[in-house]
């Protein structure tokens, strides 16, 4: 049996001086041959490797994976598949950072989510992605989770096989019941007043400050996710609204069950029918929380507050 072409290495680096020497490494030795290369990391590490490729730099996508990458579920449709699929007919050497310091305890499980997808979204694909991780400052719980998402670690000592890979337990892991808000705008929906379910999201919504392109965002957000609800939920729903911290928070549930592990997160050609409900909704929200199961599915959508 031939080897898999795709590879998925773990970067556990220490210090900016570990982080930039092995990440630059990897993407010269992709410029070397002549391989398409990207980096999507956060915006001052992404600094840091501009800075150490020099005039290389110019031959790289770069990308601020805290913008690009902001919601975990977007990245594989529009930064990893948006890249890759750009290039069909070579091997694509990706750097992509999803998971740092920064990242909030709400964020947390579906950036870990995505790393494990991503070994079933590029399986038989000439693809390298290298995911770097702060050993020195994340949780040692991140560091294991990610021994389990990836199959190669890299570190200070050189490379092995992780003993510990199995991503699928980990997007079963993270597949968990969603915390309750102290209170909330509710409203039950079905084909008569999915009109009045986008109303009520954004009315809240105006109240809050968010302009009329964002807006129209999350009436679009609302009326996916109500669609499929009506479609594949079956025929009703119920939506709740309400702020978390700085952010506005639309959830809807219903009593369909989501089977398909990559939902939303596989790029759609235009001029192809079939659904888009889920795509939409991980490219325009700036997190996408799932609960699913064989009684029902809760997808909780976050917009960020405006500023100020």
Known sequence: MLADPFVHPALFYQGDRHYVAATTAFVREGLDGDEP??????????????SELGADAARVQLL?????GRNPGRIIPAVLRAFADRHPGSHVRIIGEPIWPG???????????????????????????????????????????????????????GERPSAAFAPFQVVVEHNRPLGEPARSDTLRFDRTNLAAARTLA???AAELGFGSTRLDDIRLVVAELGANSLDHGGGAGLLRVW?????????????????????????????VAGSRGLLIVNLLTDLVRVHTHAGGTVIRTYFDLPAG
């Open 103 to 157: 990242r909030t305890a709400t964020e947390y499980p579906a950036c870990a989510q995505h790393e494990a997808l991503i070994n079933f979204a590029f399986t038989g694909r000439h693809v390298t992605i290298l995911c770097p991780y702060d050993a020195e400052r994340l949780d040692p719980r991140v560091l294991h989770e990610a021994a389990l998402t990836h199959p190669v670690i890299r570190d200070g000592r």
């Open 202 to 204: 954004a009315d809240l």
């Open 64 to 68: 601020d994976m805290e913008q690009a």
């Open 243 to 271: 702020t978390e911290g700085d952010r506005l928070v639309c959830e809807v549930s219903d009593t369909g069950h989501i089977t398909d592990p990559l939902a939303g997160r596989r790029p759609v050609d235009p001029h």
């Open 37 to 50: 290369v990207a980096v999507a990391v956060p915006a001052a590490r992404l600094k840091l490797i501009e």
